[in-house]
């Protein structure tokens, strides 16, 4: 069954209203009609069974009734990544949010290579969430994450939560692994940092750790900025979240 993610405020009573920006999906794609029965989500954790009543002048529909959903899940994983060029930070969002990210923060780092202005970044951040809805839609999932404004690094780090246990995947961290630091957590709200090319400088690392983050190893190899947050999560899922 196709699946729609819909505004909350597009949702009253049993009456759902699809946005304008989906028609094209809709009627071209997947030649949908009057009659036939789709998923909505609201982004906030409901899900509904719907039945498609009008697509002119609105693609409207009625809720038939609430669809259980058991796509929840147990840990929040917060990704802290740095800014990487051209197509790759699409991918590590799309990828991130079919795997279970909670919340993205755009980092800008000592290496940061892309410049953004304020314009440019809000631009971005635009973007980056109508992949984070897509990818939701694709992946059942039905709390769509949150991709916050563009911030510094020192920024980020400053605010970082006690509760939350903070990881900086490191390629000079040889001795402490993101398993064995896992295997003794407590806590069930993660956040993880993920460098742009070229990594975190050394005195990054540092500045985080004196702000309660953990440098951790993910392997003897070296991944690319694109990989390490998808493998950073896999991991945490497979200990925590399963």
Not at 157 to 176: D, T, V, Y
Not at 200 to 226: D, K
Request: charge should be positive.
């Amino acid at each position: 069954m196709k699946r729609f993610y819909v505004p909350p405020e597009c949702i009253t009573g049993e009456e759902a209203t699809i946005p304008e920006e989906q028609r094209k999906h809709i009627e071209n794609v997947l030649r949908l009609k009057p009659g036939a029965e789709i998923l909505v989500f609201d982004g906030n954790g409901k899900e509904y069974k719907a039945r498609i009543k009008t697509l002119y002048p609105s693609i409207s529909c009625h809720i038939i009734c609430p669809s259980p959903n058991s796509t929840f899940d147990r840990v929040n994983i917060t990704l802290v990544q740095g800014i990487a060029k051209g197509e790759k930070m699409d991918l590590i969002i799309q990828k991130c949010t079919e795997i279970g990210i909670s919340t993205f923060i755009p980092c800008l780092t000592e290496r940061t290579i892309i410049k953004l202005d304020k314009a440019g970044a809000a631009k971005k951040r635009e973007r980056w969430q109508k992949i984070v809805r897509s990818a939701t839609e694709q992946s059942y999932g039905t709390i769509v994450p949150e991709v916050t404004e563009v911030r510094p690094f020192n920024d980020v780090i400053k605010g970082l939560s006690k509760q939350s246990l903070n990881l900086i995947p490191w390629e000079e961290e040889k001795c402490q692994s993101i398993k064995q630091v896992l295997r003794k957590a407590d806590s069930r709200e993660i956040t993880v940092f993920i460098g742009p090319e070229g990594g975190f400088s050394e005195q990054e690392v540092q500045a985080a750790r004196e702000y309660g983050a953990i440098p951790v190893s993910l392997g003897r190899r070296i991944l690319r900025t694109e990989t390490a947050g998808l493998v950073a999560a896999a991991i945490i899922k497979y200990e925590l979240d399963l």
